[in-house]
Structures are given as structure tokens and as C-alpha cells.
């Protein structure tokens, strides 16, 4: 026999909560870039220590611009 706990929700969690973050490639491949990164927010989130509560998406950005004469610059890495 399975029993579940009332308390917990099986619903998804309310996207009130979701906090994107983009970061270019030279952040994102470095741990301890993307580490400061992750307590900056989290300092501004409200707690230096935790995400709890909080679902913190890492979007890896690459960003390009195509000029006039449709050359195209990667402007984000």
C-alpha cells in the first residue's frame, strides 16, 4: 500500500518563483564565475546560504547581431 503525505503538492510549483539568469558562454564555463554569479542572486533573492523556495534557471546566452549588409557578429559568448 502507497501512502502520500497531504502536505506534499504534486502540482507544479507556481512560476512566481522562477528566476531566470543569463550568462554567457565565459561564465557559464567557468565554476567559479558561475559561483559568484549564484551568490550575487542569491544575496538579492534574500539569503546568501539558500535557493529554497526558488527555481533558478542558468540560461546559457549567445547573442548575435546581422548588420545591414547582412555580416553577422556574435556579440555575447
Do not use: Y
Amino acid at each position: 500500500m502507497v501512502t502520500i503525505n497531504p502536505a506534499i503538492s504534486l502540482e507544479p510549483k507556481s512560476t512566481s518563483n522562477v528566476v531566470r539568469v543569463a550568462v554567457p558562454a565565459s561564465v557559464h564555463n567557468n565554476l567559479e564565475m558561475i559561483q559568484k554569479v549564484q551568490r550575487e542572486i542569491l544575496g538579492k533573492l534574500g539569503c546568501l546560504a539558500c535557493c529554497s523556495g526558488w527555481d533558478i534557471r542558468f540560461d546559457f546566452q549567445k547573442q548575435f547581431v546581422v548588420d545591414k549588409n547582412m555580416n553577422i557578429k556574435e556579440i555575447a559568448r
